[in-house]
């Protein structure tokens, strides 16, 4: 089947701005995981989904970054008043379960461009 | 707090010259370690684990507790393996396997 799917690919706002992205995990993954990639550096943990709950939201930077899962499989990740440092690629991830031996499949990830 | 480092942001090698991309990592608990790779416009996808003791595509990884190291290592580059690889350490016994801390990544070129 299709892989980690993510919506938009690019998606480019300005400072001030809200935005959403969307993440489509493989059919069947109970656990999704969001993940932020700065220029240069190495994936960060934003939050992880364990079916329609936040499990661990312990990455994210601040109280305008809010993700949801509703129905446990599509994910929303949502940013309100955009700033400039908010600029990278967000990751999303998902797994069979949450526990050991369950490895993680990447989406291509959503390159945020905040002007 | 875990952390993860990787020392060398770069990597030059010949083709059928020997490899090894440097890890170490910080962490109190029984980490688990994992190295990712991401070659030229794919996405980022899972290479091998410690706890698997396999090798994928030549390249094998020991975890050394003492050391506190995961190297990841091939006797002969190719062309091929040239990408970004990322060193990674989850908690193996917590319930959120799949939080992982990242390197920040070193990039290996395989020359002809």
Redesign the interface.
Known sequence: GA??SQTPSNKVTEKGKYVELRCDPISGHT?L?W?RQSL??????LI?F?GTGA??DSGLPNDRFFAVRPEGSVSTLKIQRTERGDSAVY?C?S?L?????????????TRLTVT | AQRVTQPEKLLSVFKGAPVELKCNYSYSGSPELFWYVQYSRQRLQLLLRHISRESIKGFTADLNKGETSFHLKKPFAQEEDSAMYYCALSNAGGTSYGKLTFGQGTILTVHP
């Open positions: 892989g980690v656990a995981y993940y240069g550096q190495g994936p960060e943990f992880y364990q499990a661990d990751l991830a797994s379960t949450a526990v050991r031996h369950s490895p993680l499949h990447f989406g291509n990830g």
